[in-house]
C-alpha cells in the first residue's frame, strides 16, 4: 500500500519544484481610466503578465479598505488598485479618498506583517496601456520576489 | 419555582467587567433576589470542580468576560457552554477579543522574549520563562499554554448573545437581564445594545456641521478641545461614526472622544477597515505630500481602528511565518 502510494507523492513534489510560483494579483480598475487601459492593451495585442485578476468598479473610490483585506484573507497575494489621474476623477473626488484610504491602509497591513509591495495604488489614464503594462509586469515581478502570502488567518 | 442559575465567568480580562456587575450598584441586590449566582471566581469561593459536578445545561445563563488566549480558559469556557443554557460574551474583550486581542500582532514567543529576557526591567535576570510544567521539591507543578494567537469567546465556543462594551454599561447589563428573565430574548446572536451607530445618541451631534470634513487631525493630549462640539468636526479622531450605540455616549459626556469599545455595527464586514475608510473620506487634503502629512498624523491606524476588535476582525492577527 505504501510503495503504491510512494509514485504520486513524488511526482507531486517534482512538479512543485519545477513549476515557478505564480502570484495571484486581485485588481480593482475604476471603469474610467484604469480598466479602459487594461482595455486598450487587450486591443493592441500588449503583452504582461497573466496573474492579474481584474475586477471593474465604477471609481477607485468605491474599494472600500474591507475589499482589499477581504483579498488578502481569501488567498490573494497582491492587490493592484487603479484609479485616474488626480483630477481626473469622474465622480471629482473618489481618487482622491482612495490615495488618503490608501495611506492608511497601507500601514495597517504592514502591522499585520503583509509588506508594502503587496498593495499598490497607480494613477493610470485611458490611454495609458503601456503604463499598465509595466506596472502589472513589475508587481508580479516583486510578488515573485516576496513569495506566497499564504494567508492562514487565525 | 427555584430561582434560575446564573454564573460568572473570567478569562483574559482585567476585572473591568466584574466591576461592571457590581456597578448595578442596588440593582444588584434585585439581580440576587431574582437568580442564584452559582459560580463567580472573583467573590464566591466554589471551584472548578462545583461546576464540573453540576448537571449538564443546569446553569441558565453564563456571563462569560475576557478573551480566550491560554488552555485554561478554552478548557473553562468549553466546560461553562456544557452547563449553561446561555451563554453571554460578556464585555469587549469575549465579545471581539478585545485590548488583549492587540496581542496578536505580536506572537508567543516575541512576547515571552520582551517579558522575560530583553525588555529593559527583565535584562538582567536569567531569562527564565513560564514553562507549562515545572519540577519543585514538592511535586510537578503545571500552567496553562498561553498561545499566539488571542480568541474572541465565539472563536472557542457557541456564544448565544453578546453584551458589548469596556465594560458594559449598567443599562444593557440591566436590560439584558431583564430579557432573559422575561423570557423575550431578541434571535440567537444578537448584541444586546443598539442597531444604530453611536453619533444617533450623542449629545453633541447636532453640533456636527451638515458636511463633515476636516483639515487636519489632532490628538487629544494636543490642544484643549471644546466639549460642546463634535469632536471629529474638531479634527480628534471619535469612532462614533462606525460604533455600535447603546452607551449614551458616555465617554463623550466625559469629554472624550469614543474609541470604540461596543464594537462595529451589524453587517460591518471588518471593523478597522470600515474607520479607515470613514476617516480618509473626511479628511478634506487633496495634494498628495499634504494629504500624506494629515495621515501620518494617525498614530498607531491599527491600534486605533482595531483597539478592541483585532482577533475578530477578518485577518485576525498579524502573519506567522510557518516553518515548512
Known amino acids: ?154 | 419555582m427555584a430561582k434560575p442559575k446564573v454564573a460568572f465567568y473570567w478569562c483574559a480580562s482585567c476585572g473591568g467587567c466584574e466591576e461592571a456587575v457590581v456597578d448595578l450598584a442596588e440593582k444588584v441586590l434585585d439581580v440576587v433576589a431574582a437568580v442564584d449566582i452559582v459560580f463567580w471566581p472573583v467573590a464566591l469561593d466554589f471551584k472548578r470542580s462545583d461546576v464540573e459536578a453540576m448537571p449538564d445545561k443546569s446553569i441558565a445563563v453564563s456571563f462569560i468576560n475576557g478573551a480566550v488566549r491560554t488552555s485554561e480558559q478554552e478548557d473553562m469556557a468549553k466546560l461553562m457552554r456544557k452547563k449553561s443554557g446561555l451563554v453571554i460574551a460578556f464585555g469587549s474583550c469575549a465579545h471581539l477579543g478585545g485590548i488583549p486581542g492587540l496581542a496578536n500582532l505580536w506572537d508567543r514567543k516575541a512576547i515571552f522574549d520582551w517579558y522575560y529576557s530583553k525588555g529593559p526591567s527583565v535584562a538582567k535576570g536569567d531569562g527564565s520563562a513560564p514553562t507549562t510544567k515545572i519540577k519543585v521539591p514538592e511535586g510537578e507543578l503545571e500552567l496553562p499554554l498561553i498561545w499566539d494567537t488571542v480568541k474572541a469567546l465565539n472563536q472557542v465556543i457557541d456564544v448565544d448573545y453578546y453584551l458589548p462594551g469596556c465594560p458594559p454599561t449598567p443599562k444593557i447589563i440591566g436590560n439584558a437581564v431583564n430579557a432573559i428573565l422575561a423570557g423575550q430574548l431578541p434571535p440567537k446572536g444578537t448584541v444586546l445594545a443598539a442597531t444604530k451607530a453611536l453619533c444617533n445618541e450623542c449629545k453633541l451631534n447636532e453640533t456636527k456641521p451638515e458636511k463633515l470634513l476636516i483639515k487636519d487631525i489632532k490628538r487629544i493630549t494636543h490642544f484643549v478641545p471644546d466639549p460642546e462640539k463634535c469632536y471629529l468636526a474638531q479634527g480628534l479622531i471619535c469612532m462614533g461614526p462606525v460604533t455600535r450605540g447603546g452607551c449614551e455616549a458616555l465617554c463623550v459626556e466625559g469629554n472624550m472622544p469614543c474609541s470604540g469599545c461596543f464594537g462595529p455595527l451589524d453587517h460591518t464586514s471588518d471593523p478597522g477597515a470600515k474607520a479607515v475608510s470613514f476617516i480618509a473620506s473626511i479628511v478634506d487634503v487633496f495634494d498628495q505630500k499634504e494629504a500624506h502629512e494629515v495621515m501620518e498624523k494617525v498614530a498607531d491606524p491599527t491600534g486605533i481602528f482595531y483597539r478592541y476588535s483585532l482577533p475578530s476582525s477578518k485577518l485576525g492577527r498579524k502573519r506567522m511565518r510557518r516553518s515548512s
Not at chain 1, 471603469?31 to 492593451?41: H, R
Not at chain 1, 503578465?49 to 479598505?65: F, T
Not at chain 1, 471629482?92 to 479618498?97: D, R, T
Not at chain 1, 493610470?124 to 515573485?144: G, P, Y
Request: charged residues 25%; proline residues 5%.
Open chain 1, 1 to 154: 500500500m505504501a510503495q503504491a502510494l510512494a509514485p504520486p507523492v513524488q511526482a507531486a513534489q517534482t512538479r512543485t519544484k519545477e513549476t515557478e510560483y505564480e502570484p495571484k494579483i486581485v485588481a480593482f480598475f475604476c471603469n474610467w481610466c484604469t480598466y479602459a487601459a487594461s482595455d486598450l492593451a487587450g486591443i493592441s495585442r500588449m503583452k504582461y503578465a497573466p496573474n492579474m485578476k481584474i475586477v471593474r468598479i465604477m471609481c477607485s473610490g468605491r474599494v472600500d479598505p474591507s475589499f482589499v483585506v477581504e483579498a488578502f484573507r481569501a488567498g490573494a497575494d497582491g492587490v493592484l488598485i487603479g484609479g485616474c489621474n488626480p483630477g481626473d476623477c469622474h465622480y471629482k473626488e473618489g481618487n482622491y479618498k482612495t490615495m488618503r484610504r490608501y495611506m492608511l491602509l497601507s500601514r495597517m497591513l504592514q502591522d499585520f506583517g503583509i509588506e508594502k509591495e503587496r498593495l499598490r495604488l497607480e494613477w493610470i489614464c485611458a490611454s495609458c496601456a503601456r503604463e499598465l503594462q509595466t506596472t502589472v509586469d513589475k508587481m508580479t515581478a516583486d510578488l515573485k520576489r516576496l513569495g506566497p502570502l499564504d494567508w492562514k488567518g487565525v
